[in-house]
């Protein structure tokens, strides 16, 4: 029988989304070496070497921890990641003698997020296989070092998502988390993209703004992926909208979360805040225009990425569906007015060719006749709210265009955004 090593690191304390215009591979952040180095020569957790694995044998450091299992907890046979550096698995293996693969519940650029049977704990929980590739390899290890540091501040567990443990198997490091329910994409995706009731959005802005306030550091990536319901129960309720539907039919209702709690996952992009932090940052539909100007970023990124999520909640679709940025800064502009001349006076060489005579080189410099009818269709964003919100529409609107400001310095801050009529109107209404 073969026996596993495993080097294994428990904490002690802790116990291609479908839009209309498809994400595309290019619009998905990459880890930049400014960030990548951030922790490196630090000691985190007991790994202070990234040296991968002579195959065929697993990851064996002199702190390995030599793991006894019956038969049934044996290894499976060792296999050559794919061509991209993904971990190949079969459901019902193990994933070292403790855990049993039981789904895969995603994937992304990082690697795949698998649900597992923890034997020891008698639980299910998600483990996140990052790709052996070497820059994915050191984001993870930031990401274990940010989680520990945030773990050491939530202590009820009640921002984000908790980490169980992490071990490093196969070249692969394996990030081991609590199972949340699904996040606000899939949510909105299987509900047939139906936007959700605004009493709803309320709640899951307030503790996105509780979230950012207490953050001591920039997720830089925040997006409806990265949003999970803590609970993965629903209602089905009857959905007034879909007039032309027949109570029998299915589509006459929608789902609706029993629970409106949420948690933050994905911390590998994590940064604090430091000087000349201009590489581009967050997934494209939720972009700041900072970034794409490439005028330097900070924490104000993260709450233009809050505003555009809400946004989406309450109408279904990404507010900015595009992946060329002179075609998002015009979708910007049709949705909430000119670009001020003093940021497009400071844009970096990089953007200078989306500029011409002072002001957005549109639509002069559009790609395409199909690209001027994308940004064309766009509704103002008071015209767009109101079209999906029946009540609060002036107050989210006002909340919005505080959260979307152009100007980074003018942005509300997530301590002045839970001030804002649309909370404290509601908290009076109770």
């Given at each position: 029988?073969?026996?596993?090593?495993?080097?294994?690191?428990?904490?002690?304390?802790?116990?291609?989304?479908?839009?209309?215009?498809?994400?595309?591979?290019?619009?998905?952040?990459?880890?930049?070496?400014?960030?990548?180095?951030?922790?490196?020569?630090?000691?985190?957790?007991?790994?202070?070497s990234?040296a991968?694995?002579?195959?065929?044998?697993?990851?064996?450091?002199?702190?390995?921890l030599?793991?006894?299992?019956?038969?049934?907890?044996?290894?499976?046979?060792?296999?050559?990641?794919?061509?991209?550096?993904?971990?190949?698995?079969?459901?019902?293996?193990n994933?070292?003698?403790?855990y049993?693969?039981?789904?895969?519940?995603g994937?992304?650029?990082?690697?795949q997020?698998?649900e597992?049977?923890?034997?020891?704990?008698?639980?299910?929980?998600a483990?996140?296989?990052?790709?052996?590739?070497?820059?994915?390899?050191?984001a993870?290890?930031?990401?274990?070092?940010?989680?520990?540091?945030?773990?050491?501040?939530?202590?009820?567990?009640?921002?984000?998502?908790?980490?169980?443990?992490?071990?490093?198997?196969?070249?692969?490091?394996?990030?081991?988390?609590?199972?949340?329910?699904?996040?606000?994409?899939?949510?909105?995706?299987?509900?047939?993209?139906?936007?959700?009731?605004?009493?709803?959005?309320?709640?899951?802005?307030?503790?996105?703004?509780?979230?950012?306030?207490?953050?001591?550091?920039?997720?830089?990536?925040?997006?409806?992926?990265?949003?999970?319901?803590?609970?993965?129960?629903?209602?089905?309720?009857?959905?007034?909208?879909?007039?032309?539907?027949?109570?029998?039919?299915?589509?006459?209702?929608?789902?609706?979360?029993?629970?409106?709690?949420?948690?933050?996952?994905?911390f590998?992009?994590?940064?604090?805040?430091r000087?000349?932090?201009?590489?581009i940052?967050?997934?494209?539909?939720?972009?700041?225009?900072?970034?794409?100007?490439?005028?330097?970023?900070?924490?104000?990124?993260?709450?233009?990425?809050?505003?555009?999520?809400?946004?989406?909640?309450?109408?279904?679709?990404?507010l900015?569906?595009?992946?060329?940025?002179?075609?998002?800064?015009?979708?910007?502009?049709r949705v909430?007015?000119?670009?001020?001349?003093?940021?497009?006076?400071?844009?970096?060489?990089?953007?200078e060719?989306?500029?011409r005579?002072?002001?957005?080189?549109?639509?002069?410099?559009?790609?395409?006749?199909?690209?001027?009818?994308?940004?064309?269709?766009?509704?103002?964003?008071?015209?767009?709210?109101?079209?999906h919100v029946?009540?609060?529409?002036?107050?989210?609107?006002?909340?919005?265009?505080?959260?979307?400001r152009y100007d980074?310095?003018?942005?509300?801050?997530?301590?002045?955004?839970?001030?804002?009529?649309?909370?404290?109107?509601d908290?009076?209404?109770?």
């Amino acid at each position: 029988m073969e026996m596993e090593r495993v080097t294994e690191f428990p904490f002690s304390n802790l116990d291609r989304r479908p839009r209309k215009r498809a994400r595309l591979g290019w619009d998905v952040p990459q880890v930049p070496k400014a960030q990548v180095g951030l922790f490196c020569g630090q000691e985190v957790g007991n790994v202070t070497s990234f040296a991968p694995p002579r195959a065929p044998s697993d990851h064996v450091t002199s702190s390995s921890l030599f793991v006894k299992g019956l038969a049934r907890n044996g290894s499976p046979p060792w296999r050559e990641d794919d061509k991209d550096g993904h971990y190949m698995f079969a459901l019902g293996e193990n994933l070292t003698s403790r855990y049993k693969i039981h789904s895969k519940m995603g994937e992304g650029t990082f690697g795949q997020v698998l649900e597992c049977w923890d034997r020891e704990r008698k639980e299910m929980v998600a483990i996140k296989i990052v790709r052996g590739i070497k820059k994915y390899r050191e984001a993870a290890m930031i990401e274990i070092e940010v989680l520990q540091q945030l773990a050491k501040h939530d202590k009820g567990g009640n921002r984000c998502v908790q980490i169980r443990n992490w071990f490093d198997y196969r070249n692969h490091i394996c990030i081991v988390f609590e199972k949340l329910g699904s996040s606000l994409y899939d949510f909105l995706r299987k509900n047939n993209y139906r936007s959700f009731p605004i009493d709803l959005v309320r709640e899951i802005a307030r503790q996105l703004l509780e979230f950012m306030h207490d953050l001591c550091m920039i997720h830089t990536d925040l997006k409806p992926e990265n949003v999970l319901l803590v609970s993965s129960e629903y209602i089905k309720v009857p959905d007034y909208k879909s007039s032309s539907h027949t109570p029998k039919d299915s589509s006459y209702f929608k789902r609706m979360p029993k629970s409106s709690a949420i948690k933050v996952i994905d911390f590998g992009s994590t940064t604090y805040e430091r000087p000349d932090q201009n590489y581009i940052v967050s997934t494209r539909h939720y972009r700041a225009p900072e970034v794409i100007l490439g005028l330097g970023w900070t924490y104000p990124c993260d709450i233009w990425s809050v505003g555009c999520i809400l946004v989406e909640l309450c109408t279904g679709e990404a507010l900015f569906q595009t992946h060329e940025n002179l075609e998002h800064l015009a979708m910007m502009e049709r949705v909430l007015g000119p670009l001020p001349q003093h940021m497009l006076k400071r844009v970096d060489r990089h953007a200078e060719k989306y500029v011409r005579r002072g002001r957005l080189d549109w639509p002069e410099g559009a790609a395409s006749r199909e690209s001027i009818k994308s940004v064309m269709k766009l509704p103002r964003l008071q015209n767009l709210i109101m079209q999906h919100v029946d009540h609060s529409a002036g107050d989210l609107t006002h909340l919005l265009q505080g959260l979307l400001r152009y100007d980074p310095t003018d942005r509300l801050t997530a301590r002045e955004a839970l001030r804002h009529p649309f909370f404290t109107r509601d908290q009076l209404r109770r």
